[in-house]
C-alpha cells in the first residue's frame, strides 16, 4: 500500500475510536480491542476475496462506553453551545429555519428559547464604551457628502501625496505608490498608439508636479562658488552658462557629490535662474530634481552652501480652510487634531515643525523647499504651443474702480514699467500662433506671462486643435522670434514671488461662483467677464527634445507649464478640452526611450536612487516569475542568463578590467583603480567613441576637429582612466527582433561577423543549451541525504550556504560565476530599455556596456564592420546583430 493512501486512510480515520481496529486478513480478520497486524487495504483484495463482513466477537461494556461517553459529551457542548457569532437557531436543522428568529425568540421552539433570551440579555447589558468602539458604518449618502468625502480624502494622504490631479486621474489611470506618491502609471484604456501620435503630430499632456523644487537665494558670486562644487565642465554647460545665467534659457546639469567627480554621482537636475534686477546682485535660482533624490540634493547643497541654520518651518497655512473660531476640533485615533473638511495644497505630508527654509550667516544663501508649491504640466508634441496660445489668454489691462487692495493685480497694474513688461510678453505670446512646430523655437527659452482665469474661455465641448495653415501678418516678427529666441526680460514673472503665489492661491475663485455668473449670462456659453482674482501669473519654459545623434532632431519637444498651487485642475480641464492626450509614468518612460535618453531613475545604476529602483525592480520582477507555475517558468540557467532580475555592473567592470591586465605590461599593472564603477558622461571623449563606433562612410573627411584615430596607445590610455566606466549606448537591430529588458550585449566571433558580411540580413548564431547544474542541488535539498563523514566536498561543488539558502528553479543563485565567459560570446553589458520603436520602425534598444570591452571590441574588428555587436534576450537563445551608436 502506498503512502499516499495511507495519509487518506488516517485523515479519514482520525476521529474514529482507537479501541477498534480494521485489519486486512481476509475472512480471519475481525474487529476487536488492541492493536493488531496489518493495516485497512481499499478495493478489492488479490485472489477474488472481500472484506469480512462478521461482528466481533466480543466487546468490553466499560471500555467501549467510557470511549463512547468522551464523543457524546463533545457532541451535546457544540450542538448545545455554538461557538463564534453563531445564534441559537442555528442548532436547527436548515428547514426549520426562519429569517424571523434572529430576533423573535417566540419563534423559536420552547427547547431553545432560553438560549435566546440569554443572548439578548446580554447584548442589552453591554456597556456604552464598548458600543462607541464598534465602528459605525455611515450610509453612502452620508460618505458621498462634500466635507466627509474631503475628510476621507485628507485621511487617505497622509502617506502618499496626491496631486491635484489625482480625481480626474484615479476615474482614467492605474494608479502607483512610488516615492511617496501616488501617481498614474498607465491608462486603463489601449492608447499607447494613440500616445504616441500625439507626441508625434499633436500633443501629449503630463502632470510632473511631483518633481520637487530647490529655491536658492543670496549673493551670485557665493551660489555659483557653492554649486560648482557639485559639478564638472567635461559633463557640459553647468549652472554658471551665459545662456542661462541671465534667464533666458533653462539648464540641465548632472549633480554630483562635492569634489567627487566622477565618482559620488547623484542624478541629473533642471534649472532655472530669475532674470536679473536691475541695480542688485541678489540672484533667486529654481533647481527641478526628482522626488528620489531630494534628500541627497538637499543635505549636499546644505553642505557646500554651509546653510544649517532653520529660517521658517511647516506651518498649517499649507491648507486652504474655513472653520469658525468657536469650533472645538476632534482627536483621530493617532491623537493628532483632525483636520478640517477642506482641499489640502501643497506637501501635507510633512509634520508640524519640519523645517522648510535654511540659511548660512557666512555666505547669506538661504535655500527653500518649494515642494509642491508650484505646479509643473508638461505638453509634449509639434502643435503644443498651439494648444497654450488657444488656451491660455494674456490678462486685460483694464483697471477697475472696484477692485479690492487686496488682490495683487491690483498693485501690479499700477506700475508701469510693470505694465510696459506685460504688452511685451503678451505680444510674444501672440506671436506664436505663426509658429509651424514647437521645433522651431530656440531650445529651453523661457516666457513669463499673467493670464486669465482659463475656465472663464472654456468651450461647451472638446474638441481639438489643429495647425494654422494661414500665414501669418507678422511673418517678419515670428522669424526673429525663431532666430533671436525670447529676450531675457521677457522671462520675468510674478510667479517667482511667494506673497504673489499665496495671494493668487487663496484668492481663487470657486466653481460655485463661477457656475453662479455662467447663469446670468444673457447668451449661454459666452465667455465670461474677468475679475481681479482671475489673473494668475505663470512660466512657459520651452524643453527641448532630442537633441544627439543625426536621426529624428527634435522629436518629443514640448512646453512646460509653471504655474501657483491651487491652480491645478482649473488649467487641467481647459488643456484637455483642447484634445491633447494624457500620458503618465509608463509614457514618460516611452518618452525618453524614443529620445534615447536615460531615465531617472531606471538608467542611473552609479547614483543611489538607482540603485535602490533596481533593487525593488529585482523583488518585483523575481516575485511575479514565482507566481508562475514551475512548468511555465523560463529556465535561464538553460539559457546561458545569470541575471534576468538585475544587472551585475561592479562584477563586469571587475571582470572586464582582469580580462585586460592579462596583456599589460607589468609597469602599468600596479596601478590602483577606484573601488566603485562609474557612468562615462564626459563629452569629449564620448565624440571620442562615437566616431570610432561609426563605420567609415565614403573617401570625404573633415581635418578640422577631427578625433583621434583609434590605435592600442590611444586605446590604452582611455582605457586607463575610464577602464572601469560604464558607457550609454543606443543599438539598432540589423534584421528581425524585438529587445527585452536585460537582454545581453555580446561581443561576435570572426565568423559571426563573415557570415554578416555575406548574407546582411541574416538571423544570428545561436547560443548551446546549457545544463542546469542546480537540479541536483534542489533534489537534496527536498530529500537530504544521510551524512557521510568519510565524504570530502569537491572543487566543482557549489558552497554549502547555496545549498542552505532558497533556491529558485531556473536561477543562478548568488554568488554568480563569470559573467563574461559563462556563454559562447563573451559579454559587453546589458540593456535597460528595449521594445519594438515606433519612432524608428524597428527594434530598438538602450544599454550600458564597459568601455574596456568596448575599446578592445573595436580593435578586434575590421573598420567597415566596426560597431557591431550581438544581442540575446534572456528567455531566448538566438542572437541577433545589432549595431553599436553613441549619441551625442
Same mark, same amino acid.
Given at each position: 500500500?502506498?503512502?499516499?493512501?495511507?495519509?487518506?486512510?488516517?485523515?479519514?480515520?482520525?476521529?474514529?475510536?482507537?479501541?477498534?481496529?480494521?485489519?486486512?486478513?481476509?475472512? &480471519?480478520?475481525?474487529?476487536?480491542?488492541?492493536?493488531?497486524?496489518?493495516?485497512?487495504?481499499?478495493?478489492?483484495?488479490?485472489?477474488?476475496?472481500?472484506?469480512?463482513?462478521?461482528?466481533?466477537?466480543?466487546?468490553?461494556?466499560?471500555?467501549?462506553?467510557? %470511549?463512547?461517553?468522551?464523543?457524546?459529551?463533545?457532541?451535546?457542548?457544540?450542538?448545545?453551545?455554538?461557538?463564534?457569532?453563531?445564534?441559537?437557531?442555528?442548532?436547527?436543522?436548515?428547514?426549520?429555519?426562519?429569517?424571523?428568529?434572529?430576533?423573535?425568540?417566540?419563534?423559536?421552539?420552547?427547547? =431553545? *428559547?432560553?438560549?435566546?433570551? *440569554?443572548?439578548?440579555?446580554?447584548?442589552?447589558?453591554?456597556?456604552?464604551?464598548? #458600543?462607541?468602539?464598534?465602528?459605525?458604518?455611515?450610509?453612502?449618502?452620508?460618505?458621498?457628502?462634500?466635507?466627509?468625502?474631503?475628510?476621507? !480624502?485628507?485621511?487617505?494622504?497622509?502617506?502618499?501625496?496626491?496631486?491635484?490631479?489625482?480625481?480626474?486621474?484615479?476615474?482614467?489611470?492605474?494608479?502607483?505608490?512610488?516615492?511617496?506618491?501616488?501617481?498614474?502609471?498607465?491608462?486603463?484604456?489601449? &492608447? !499607447?498608439?494613440?500616445?504616441?501620435?500625439?507626441?508625434?503630430?499633436?500633443?501629449?499632456?503630463?502632470?510632473?508636479?511631483?518633481?520637487?523644487?530647490?529655491?536658492?537665494?543670496?549673493?551670485?558670486?557665493?551660489?555659483?562658488?557653492?554649486?560648482?562644487?557639485?559639478?564638472? #565642465?567635461?559633463?557640459?554647460?553647468?549652472?554658471?552658462?551665459?545662456?542661462?545665467?541671465?534667464?533666458?534659457?533653462?539648464? /540641465?546639469?548632472?549633480?554630483?557629490?562635492?569634489?567627487?567627480?566622477?565618482?559620488?554621482?547623484?542624478?541629473?537636475?533642471?534649472?532655472?535662474?530669475?532674470?536679473?534686477?536691475?541695480?542688485?546682485?541678489?540672484?533667486?535660482?529654481?533647481?527641478?530634481?526628482?522626488?528620489?533624490?531630494?534628500?541627497?540634493?538637499?543635505?549636499?547643497?546644505?553642505?557646500?552652501?554651509?546653510?544649517?541654520?532653520?529660517?521658517?518651518?511647516?506651518?498649517?497655512?499649507? =491648507?486652504?480652510?474655513?472653520?469658525?473660531?468657536?469650533?472645538?476640533?476632534?482627536?483621530?485615533?493617532?491623537?493628532?487634531?483632525?483636520?478640517?473638511?477642506?482641499?489640502?495644497?501643497?506637501?501635507?505630508?510633512?509634520? %508640524?515643525?519640519?523645517?522648510?527654509?535654511? /540659511?548660512?550667516?557666512?555666505?547669506?544663501?538661504?535655500?527653500?523647499?518649494?515642494?509642491?508649491?508650484?505646479?509643473?504640466?508638461?505638453?509634449?508634441?509639434?502643435?503644443?504651443?498651439?494648444?497654450?496660445?488657444?488656451?491660455?489668454?494674456?490678462?486685460?489691462?483694464?483697471?477697475?474702480?472696484?477692485?479690492?487692495?487686496?488682490?495683487?493685480?491690483?498693485?501690479?497694474?499700477?506700475?508701469?514699467?510693470?505694465?510696459?513688461?506685460?504688452?511685451?510678453?503678451?505680444?510674444?505670446?501672440?506671436?506664436?500662433?505663426?509658429?509651424?512646430?514647437?521645433?522651431?523655437?530656440?531650445? @529651453?527659452?523661457?516666457?513669463?506671462?499673467?493670464?486669465?482665469?482659463?475656465?472663464?474661455?472654456?468651450?461647451?465641448?472638446?474638441?481639438?486643435?489643429?495647425?494654422?495653415?494661414?500665414?501669418?501678418?507678422?511673418?517678419?516678427?515670428?522669424?526673429?522670434?525663431?532666430?533671436?529666441?525670447?529676450?531675457?526680460?521677457?522671462?520675468?514673472?510674478?510667479?517667482?514671488?511667494?506673497?504673489?503665489?499665496?495671494?493668487? &492661491?487663496?484668492?481663487?475663485?470657486?466653481?460655485?461662483?463661477?457656475?453662479?455668473?455662467?447663469?446670468?449670462?444673457?447668451?449661454?456659453?459666452?465667455?465670461?467677464?474677468?475679475?481681479?482674482?482671475?489673473?494668475?501669473?505663470?512660466? =512657459?519654459?520651452?524643453?527641448?527634445?532630442?537633441?544627439?545623434?543625426?536621426?529624428?532632431?527634435?522629436?518629443?519637444?514640448?512646453?512646460?507649464?509653471?504655474?501657483?498651487?491651487?491652480?491645478?485642475?482649473?488649467?487641467?480641464?481647459?488643456?484637455?478640452?483642447?484634445?491633447?492626450?494624457?500620458?503618465?509614468?509608463?509614457?514618460?518612460?516611452?518618452?525618453?526611450?524614443? #529620445?534615447?535618453?536615460?531615465? !531617472?531613475?531606471?538608467?542611473?545604476?552609479?547614483?543611489?536612487?538607482?540603485?535602490?529602483?533596481?533593487?525593488?525592480?529585482?523583488?518585483?520582477?523575481?516575485?511575479?516569475?514565482?507566481?508562475?507555475?514551475?512548468?511555465?517558468?523560463?529556465?535561464?540557467?538553460?539559457?546561458?542568463?545569470?541575471?534576468?532580475?538585475?544587472?551585475?555592473?561592479?562584477?563586469?567592470?571587475?571582470?572586464?578590467?582582469?580580462?585586460?591586465?592579462?596583456?599589460?605590461?607589468?609597469?602599468?599593472?600596479?596601478?590602483?583603480?577606484?573601488?566603485?564603477?562609474?557612468?562615462?558622461?564626459?563629452?569629449?571623449?564620448?565624440?571620442?567613441?562615437?566616431?570610432?563606433?561609426?563605420?567609415?562612410?565614403?573617401?570625404?573627411?573633415?581635418?578640422?576637429?577631427?578625433?583621434?584615430?583609434?590605435?592600442?596607445? &590611444?586605446?590604452?590610455?582611455?582605457?586607463?582612466?575610464?577602464?572601469?566606466?560604464?558607457?550609454?549606448?543606443?543599438?539598432?537591430?540589423?534584421?528581425?527582433?524585438?529587445?527585452?529588458?536585460?537582454?545581453?550585449?555580446?561581443?561576435?566571433?570572426?565568423?559571426?561577423?563573415?557570415?554578416?558580411?555575406?548574407?546582411?540580413?541574416?538571423? @544570428?548564431?545561436?547560443?548551446?543549451?546549457?545544463?542546469?547544474?542546480?537540479?541536483?542541488?534542489?533534489?537534496?535539498?527536498?530529500?537530504?541525504?544521510?551524512?557521510? #563523514?568519510?565524504?570530502?566536498?569537491?572543487?566543482?561543488?557549489?558552497?554549502?550556504?547555496?545549498?542552505?539558502?532558497?533556491?529558485?528553479?531556473?536561477?543562478?543563485?548568488?554568488?554568480?560565476?563569470?559573467?563574461?565567459?559563462?556563454?559562447? *560570446?563573451?559579454?559587453?553589458?546589458?540593456?535597460?530599455?528595449?521594445?519594438?520603436?515606433?519612432?524608428?520602425?524597428? @527594434?530598438?534598444?538602450?544599454?550600458?556596456?564597459?568601455?574596456?570591452?568596448?575599446?578592445?571590441?573595436?580593435?578586434?574588428?575590421?573598420?567597415?564592420?566596426?560597431?557591431?555587436?550581438?544581442?540575446?534576450?534572456?528567455?531566448?537563445?538566438?542572437?541577433?546583430?545589432?549595431?553599436?551608436?553613441?549619441?551625442?
Amino acid at each position: 500500500m502506498t503512502g499516499a493512501k495511507d495519509r487518506m486512510r488516517e485523515k479519514k480515520m482520525k476521529n474514529q475510536p482507537r479501541n477498534v481496529v480494521y485489519s486486512n486478513t481476509g475472512r &480471519t480478520a475481525g474487529r476487536g480491542q488492541g492493536s493488531q497486524a496489518g493495516g485497512w487495504v481499499r478495493g478489492h483484495q488479490t485472489g477474488g476475496q472481500s472484506y469480512s463482513q462478521d461482528l466481533p466477537k466480543y466487546i468490553t461494556a466499560c471500555h467501549f462506553a467510557r %470511549a463512547r461517553a468522551a464523543e457524546l459529551n463533545a457532541m451535546l457542548k457544540a450542538v448545545s453551545k455554538p461557538a463564534g457569532s453563531c445564534h441559537v437557531f442555528n442548532a436547527l436543522p436548515k428547514h426549520m429555519r426562519r429569517r424571523a428568529m434572529s430576533h423573535t425568540s417566540k419563534r423559536l421552539p420552547i427547547r =431553545l *428559547r432560553e438560549g435566546a433570551q *440569554r443572548l439578548t440579555a446580554r447584548s442589552q447589558q453591554a456597556t456604552q464604551k464598548e #458600543k462607541q468602539q464598534q465602528p459605525k458604518n455611515k450610509s453612502r449618502r452620508a460618505r458621498r457628502r462634500h466635507g466627509n468625502l474631503l475628510l476621507e !480624502f485628507n485621511r487617505r494622504q497622509r502617506k502618499n501625496k496626491w496631486l491635484e490631479t489625482h480625481i480626474w486621474h484615479v476615474k482614467r489611470f492605474h494608479m502607483l505608490k512610488r516615492w511617496k506618491y501616488c501617481l498614474p502609471h498607465t491608462s486603463t484604456a489601449k &492608447t !499607447f498608439r494613440a500616445s504616441y501620435r500625439a507626441m508625434n503630430t499633436h500633443a501629449l499632456l503630463q502632470d510632473l508636479s511631483y518633481f520637487c523644487c530647490l529655491e536658492l537665494q543670496g549673493s551670485e558670486e557665493h551660489i555659483l562658488r557653492a554649486l560648482a562644487r557639485m559639478t564638472s #565642465k567635461h559633463t557640459g554647460p553647468t549652472f554658471a552658462a551665459a545662456s542661462c545665467l541671465s534667464g533666458a534659457r533653462q539648464g /540641465n546639469v548632472h549633480l554630483y557629490r562635492a569634489d567627487q567627480f566622477p565618482h559620488g554621482s547623484l542624478g541629473s537636475a533642471d534649472f532655472l535662474w530669475r532674470p536679473r534686477a536691475p541695480d542688485t546682485t541678489h540672484r533667486q535660482l529654481w533647481i527641478w530634481i526628482h522626488p528620489a533624490l531630494k534628500q541627497d540634493v538637499l543635505s549636499e547643497l546644505q553642505l557646500v552652501c554651509q546653510c544649517f541654520q532653520v529660517v521658517s518651518n511647516y506651518k498649517e497655512s499649507h =491648507l486652504v480652510e474655513e472653520v469658525s473660531a468657536g469650533r472645538k476640533r476632534k482627536r483621530d485615533d493617532d491623537g493628532d487634531i483632525e483636520r478640517p473638511s477642506k482641499k489640502l495644497l501643497g506637501d501635507v505630508t510633512q509634520p %508640524a515643525g519640519t523645517p522648510v527654509s535654511w /540659511n548660512s550667516s557666512e555666505t547669506s544663501v538661504t535655500i527653500s523647499d518649494l515642494t509642491m508649491e508650484i505646479l509643473r504640466y508638461r505638453l509634449i508634441g509639434p502643435l503644443a504651443h498651439r494648444v497654450l496660445t488657444d488656451t491660455l489668454q494674456p490678462a486685460n489691462e483694464d483697471q477697475e474702480s472696484l477692485e479690492p487692495q487686496s488682490f495683487w493685480w491690483t498693485n501690479h497694474s499700477r506700475d508701469q514699467r510693470l505694465m510696459n513688461l506685460h504688452r511685451q510678453q503678451a505680444e510674444i505670446f501672440n506671436l506664436l500662433r505663426g509658429v509651424c512646430s514647437t521645433a522651431e523655437l530656440s531650445a @529651453g527659452c523661457v516666457l513669463g506671462l499673467t493670464v486669465d482665469d482659463p475656465r472663464l474661455t472654456l468651450p461647451q465641448k472638446r474638441g481639438k486643435i489643429t495647425s494654422d495653415l494661414q500665414q501669418s501678418t507678422d511673418d517678419r516678427r515670428v522669424r526673429d522670434l525663431i532666430l533671436r529666441g525670447v529676450a531675457a526680460d521677457c522671462s520675468e514673472s510674478a510667479v517667482w514671488d511667494a506673497s504673489v503665489r499665496d495671494n493668487v &492661491t487663496h484668492n481663487r475663485m470657486s466653481e460655485q461662483e463661477l457656475n453662479r455668473m455662467r447663469s446670468e449670462l444673457l447668451v449661454p456659453g459666452s465667455s465670461l467677464s474677468a475679475a481681479a482674482q482671475s489673473r494668475v501669473p505663470v512660466l =512657459l519654459v520651452h524643453h527641448a527634445g532630442r537633441m544627439r545623434g543625426v536621426e529624428r532632431l527634435h522629436w518629443g519637444c514640448g512646453w512646460d507649464l509653471l504655474l501657483p498651487k491651487g491652480w491645478g485642475m482649473a488649467f487641467w480641464v481647459p488643456l484637455v478640452y483642447r484634445g491633447v492626450r494624457v500620458g503618465g509614468l509608463h509614457m514618460s518612460l516611452k518618452h525618453s526611450q524614443f #529620445k534615447g535618453e536615460p531615465h !531617472f531613475p531606471h538608467d542611473y545604476p552609479d547614483c543611489p536612487a538607482g540603485t535602490l529602483f533596481q533593487s525593488e525592480q529585482e523583488a518585483e520582477l523575481l516575485e511575479k516569475f514565482k507566481r508562475r507555475p514551475p512548468s511555465k517558468r523560463t529556465n535561464y540557467i538553460k539559457h546561458g542568463c545569470l541575471a534576468p532580475f538585475i544587472c551585475p555592473w561592479q562584477q563586469l567592470a571587475e571582470e572586464w578590467e582582469e580580462l585586460l591586465k592579462l596583456n599589460e605590461e607589468p609597469a602599468s599593472s600596479c596601478r590602483t583603480e577606484p573601488p566603485d564603477f562609474t557612468v562615462l558622461r564626459s563629452v569629449k571623449v564620448l565624440r571620442q567613441l562615437s566616431s570610432w563606433c561609426r563605420p567609415p562612410r565614403g573617401q570625404r573627411a573633415s581635418h578640422r576637429n577631427s578625433p583621434l584615430p583609434l590605435t592600442h596607445v &590611444t586605446a590604452a590610455a582611455l582605457r586607463q582612466e575610464w577602464g572601469r566606466s560604464l558607457v550609454w549606448v543606443r543599438l539598432r537591430l540589423l534584421s528581425k527582433g524585438q529587445p527585452a529588458l536585460h537582454a545581453m550585449v555580446c561581443v561576435p566571433t570572426t565568423s559571426d561577423l563573415q557570415v554578416l558580411l555575406k548574407d546582411g540580413r541574416s538571423s @544570428g548564431p545561436q547560443e548551446p543549451r546549457h545544463k542546469d547544474h542546480l537540479k541536483d542541488l534542489r533534489k537534496c535539498k527536498a530529500s537530504p541525504a544521510p551524512k557521510n #563523514k568519510d565524504s570530502t566536498p569537491k572543487d566543482s561543488d557549489p558552497p554549502p550556504s547555496v545549498i542552505r539558502s532558497s533556491l529558485v528553479r531556473g536561477v543562478w543563485p548568488p554568488p554568480l560565476p563569470s559573467v563574461l565567459s559563462h556563454c559562447s *560570446r563573451v559579454t559587453l553589458g546589458w540593456v535597460q530599455q528595449g521594445d519594438f520603436s515606433l519612432a524608428a520602425g524597428s @527594434g530598438e534598444a538602450l544599454a550600458f556596456i564597459s568601455v574596456s570591452g568596448l575599446l578592445h571590441t573595436l580593435l578586434q574588428q575590421p573598420r567597415e564592420q566596426r560597431g557591431v555587436v550581438l544581442l540575446r534576450n534572456p528567455s531566448s537563445l538566438q542572437y541577433r546583430y545589432a549595431q553599436i551608436s553613441i549619441d551625442i
